[in-house]
């Protein structure tokens, strides 16, 4: 027997759909390019142009950046509790919102960084290396990944403040528990 699904459960298996199944759908693509290429270049000496950088400005960013928010997401980022777990429990929701804000900040500013070079790249229409190949679009992955982690985190930050957070790391395993029973 399952435990009911809470009301923003399917808004949340909507959130985790718009991001996972574009990053396994880009990685899956991404494997069948590199394949395709590796047996052209192997057996009919006919490589793909641009494989690398279809690699590494196209398919990594999107992968990389769709991985930081659904990790965030599901609480799921790697954790060392080193010093959290030493703090008093009264503490605890009050440093969670503290690091959370801290993460926001850092996360606003990596946007807006972000923004400022996507514009120049947009604007000088950059392209990969030396090659042709247009790779300004790309650029504008990186702000709107960091501006989706500023939402999260700001989030994140509100709920700890109302203490509904200090067991965050918690609330993910049992989810991924749930998911995988």
Not at 24 to 37: E, K, R, S, W
């Amino acid at each position: 027997m399952s435990a009911p699904e809470s009301p923003n459960a399917g808004r949340r298996r909507g959130f985790e759909l718009l991001i996972e199944v574009p990053a396994v759908a880009v990685t899956f693509l991404m494997m069948l390019h590199v394949t395709i290429n590796a047996l052209l270049r192997t057996f009919a000496d006919a490589p793909i142009s641009h494989t690398v950088e279809i690699g590494q400005y196209w398919y990594l960013p999107i992968i990389a950046f769709l991985g930081f928010i659904a990790a965030q997401h599901r609480g799921q980022h790697v954790a060392a509790d080193l010093v959290f777990e030493r703090l008093p429990a009264a503490a605890k929701p009050y440093v969670l919102a503290g690091l959370m804000a801290v993460c926001a900040v850092l996360a606003a500013g990596f946007c807006w960084f972000g923004l400022g070079e996507a514009l120049h790249a947009f604007d000088i229409r950059k392209t990969a290396g030396i090659s042709s190949l247009t790779a300004w679009p790309a650029y504008f992955v990186a702000p709107l990944a960091f501006g989706a982690l500023t939402v999260q985190f700001v989030i994140a930050a509100v709920r700890a403040a109302r203490g509904r957070g200090a067991d965050a790391g918690a609330d993910a395993e049992a989810r991924a528990e749930g998911s995988l029973s």
